[in-house]
């Protein structure tokens, strides 16, 4: 239902592989409930990206220069978008639990849960349901909108987009009151609604325990530095048993035990540090016990050179593994990115916000599912058509012949070069020469000597 036909036979393609018809009807938006088939609206709204049109303008302009009419109509369409009963989280999940699987077989690296949170602006339309005054630290002010906290799923190569929520202020004068107070509270709508209210270091958990209960798992859970408290990670570790890895403020007020002492991280760096790591980036480690709430979090301490500044700073990483070393420690972290460039992609190019204008806050949470699953269709197909392992036993096939070829190519170059080397130097016959291969050949390990007899050309020679 898309109206470009390179991105509709595309996004069919997709609807198909993964059964987006049969993961709608779990999530409740079927024909019984909005009348028309709901895969033909929901593939229709995550094309619509394609068209560059927003849904008022495409009812506007495009029934005139569209010879197929849609089979529904724009009241259609907020109907389904501001429906409290639709589960769109169940619908995200199930996807990203179909999706996943397709990946894992294309890296052997560890997979990685990231979260992060970033602006939802809405400052334009003051009357939606439970806006909030959320801090820009962008622009340093305070803007009407919801923080969109995030979790995301990655490989190193792919990041797809599991679970969201919209937080508003827990402050009720920070915060506007739904203007619909007649929804039923028992609805998947009322409860999201309770949910924007919750703050949203629970709701971080939360979100780790129904990835983990829906099959997606992942080996560690990344952080910037604003949700990298000893609080948090305790908790995640002692309900989810996920190790994190994350980024620490240099706050004066927690204290690490090191060798007996209770030292803040300026301290520790002092402790730590040595001149002859200061040409390197990874400039010290060490391990150390946190004291927390739910009692001592030992973590492993890594100093990074701060390579944005061209003084002496640095920059602290943790991790809750105390096994893995220094050097993957920065490496699994730089994954963390991922979720910084679906944010910036989503704004700039998938919609949000300025798509949809509706004051509801279950369209709101609507429009971002569907964003997330337009995010999740272009990152398969990037992958698909960037990374040649997509094409399954082919592509092995032809790593096998490509391994064989080359090999062969070297062994006849070497025996080549040898035996010119000895009809030039001791004017051997050629008949002397094949004498002495095969008396070499003799020699060599039996498995190596078939390889060298089955994948080599030999060119004059004649070995058997």
């Given at each position: 239902m898309v109206p470009q036909n390179h991105a509709q036979s595309s996004l069919t393609a997709f609807f198909r592989q993964f059964g987006l018809g049969r993961l709608l009807a779990q999530a409740g938006v079927c024909s019984r409930t909005i009348g028309v088939p709901g895969t033909a609206i929901i593939q229709f709204l995550v094309g619509l990206v394609c068209t560059e049109r927003n849904l008022w303008r495409w009812f506007t302009e495009a029934p005139t220069q569209s010879p197929e009419p849609l089979p529904f109509q724009k009241s259609t369409v907020?109907?389904?978008?501001?429906?409290?009963?639709?589960?769109?989280?169940?619908?995200?999940?199930?996807?990203?639990?179909?999706?996943?699987?397709?990946?894992?077989?294309?890296?052997?690296?560890?997979?990685?849960?990231?979260?992060?949170?970033?602006?939802?602006?809405?400052?334009?339309?003051?009357?939606?349901?439970?806006?909030?005054?959320?801090?820009?630290?962008?622009?340093?002010?305070?803007?009407?909108?919801?923080?969109?906290?995030?979790?995301?799923?990655?490989?190193?190569?792919?990041?797809?987009?599991?679970?969201?929520?919209?937080?508003g202020s827990r402050k009720a004068s920070n915060r506007r009151q739904a203007t619909v107070s007649a929804i039923d509270r028992r609805t998947v709508g009322a409860r999201r609604r309770r949910e924007a209210e919750e703050a949203a270091p629970t709701l971080v958990v939360r979100?780790?325990?129904?990835?983990?209960?829906?099959?997606?798992?992942?080996?560690?859970?990344?952080?910037?530095?604003?949700?990298?408290?000893?609080?948090?990670?305790?908790?995640?570790?002692?309900?989810?048993?996920?190790?994190?890895?994350?980024?620490?403020?240099?706050?004066?007020?927690?204290?690490?035990?090191?060798?007996?002492?209770?030292?803040?991280?300026?301290?520790?760096?002092?402790?730590?540090?040595?001149?002859?790591?200061?040409?390197?980036?990874?400039?010290?480690?060490?391990?150390?016990?946190?004291?927390?709430?739910?009692?001592?979090?030992?973590?492993?301490?890594?100093?990074?050179?701060?390579?944005?500044?061209?003084?002496?700073?640095?920059?602290?990483?943790?991790?809750?593994?105390?096994?893995v070393?220094?050097?993957?420690?920065?490496?699994?972290?730089?994954?963390?990115?991922?979720?910084?460039?679906?944010?910036?992609?989503?704004?700039?190019?998938?919609g949000i916000p300025r798509e949809y204008q509706g004051r509801s806050y279950e369209g709101c949470v609507a429009h971002v599912t569907l964003v997330c699953i337009r995010y999740q269709w272009l990152a398969l197909e990037a992958r698909q058509a960037d990374d040649p392992r997509t094409i399954g036993d082919l592509f092995y096939a032809q790593c096998q012949e490509l391994a064989d070829l080359t090999f062969g190519w070297v062994v006849d170059q070497i025996l080549a070069a040898f035996a010119a080397t000895l009809q030039d130097d001791l004017e051997l016959t050629e008949a002397q020469i094949e004498h002495l291969f095969v008396r070499f050949l003799e020699r060599v390990p039996e498995r190596l000597r078939d390889r060298i007899v089955r994948t080599a050309s030999m060119g004059l020679l004649k070995v058997s």
């Amino acid at each position: 239902m898309v109206p470009q036909n390179h991105a509709q036979s595309s996004l069919t393609a997709f609807f198909r592989q993964f059964g987006l018809g049969r993961l709608l009807a779990q999530a409740g938006v079927c024909s019984r409930t909005i009348g028309v088939p709901g895969t033909a609206i929901i593939q229709f709204l995550v094309g619509l990206v394609c068209t560059e049109r927003n849904l008022w303008r495409w009812f506007t302009e495009a029934p005139t220069q569209s010879p197929e009419p849609l089979p529904f109509q724009k009241s259609t369409v907020y109907a389904l978008l501001k429906n409290p009963h639709l589960n769109w989280r169940r619908l995200l999940l199930a996807l990203s639990y179909v999706t996943i699987p397709w990946l894992r077989p294309l890296t052997q690296r560890d997979a990685v849960f990231i979260v992060d949170d970033s602006l939802f602006d809405r400052h334009r339309r003051r009357a939606v349901d439970f806006l909030s005054k959320v801090y820009d630290h962008g622009e340093h002010r305070y803007r009407w909108g919801f923080r969109w906290l995030t979790m995301g799923w990655s490989d190193g190569s792919t990041f797809l987009p599991i679970l969201f929520s919209l937080v508003g202020s827990r402050k009720a004068s920070n915060r506007r009151q739904a203007t619909v107070s007649a929804i039923d509270r028992r609805t998947v709508g009322a409860r999201r609604r309770r949910e924007a209210e919750e703050a949203a270091p629970t709701l971080v958990v939360r979100a780790l325990q129904d990835a983990l209960r829906a099959g997606i798992t992942a080996r560690f859970v990344l952080f910037d530095r604003w949700f990298t408290t000893g609080k948090l990670v305790a908790e995640i570790v002692r309900t989810t048993g996920l190790d994190v890895i994350g980024m620490v403020k240099a706050s004066p007020h927690i204290r690490y035990t090191y060798r007996d002492r209770h030292l803040t991280l300026n301290p520790l760096y002092r402790q730590v540090v040595r001149p002859r790591w200061a040409r390197t980036d990874l400039i010290g480690s060490c391990i150390a016990t946190l004291t927390t709430d739910a009692g001592p979090l030992p973590v492993k301490i890594v100093f990074v050179r701060d390579r944005r500044t061209e003084s002496k700073q640095w920059l602290v990483l943790w991790s809750t593994d105390l096994t893995v070393t220094d050097d993957e420690v920065v490496r699994i972290y730089g994954k963390r990115w991922a979720i910084e460039t679906f944010f910036n992609g989503a704004k700039s190019l998938l919609g949000i916000p300025r798509e949809y204008q509706g004051r509801s806050y279950e369209g709101c949470v609507a429009h971002v599912t569907l964003v997330c699953i337009r995010y999740q269709w272009l990152a398969l197909e990037a992958r698909q058509a960037d990374d040649p392992r997509t094409i399954g036993d082919l592509f092995y096939a032809q790593c096998q012949e490509l391994a064989d070829l080359t090999f062969g190519w070297v062994v006849d170059q070497i025996l080549a070069a040898f035996a010119a080397t000895l009809q030039d130097d001791l004017e051997l016959t050629e008949a002397q020469i094949e004498h002495l291969f095969v008396r070499f050949l003799e020699r060599v390990p039996e498995r190596l000597r078939d390889r060298i007899v089955r994948t080599a050309s030999m060119g004059l020679l004649k070995v058997s």
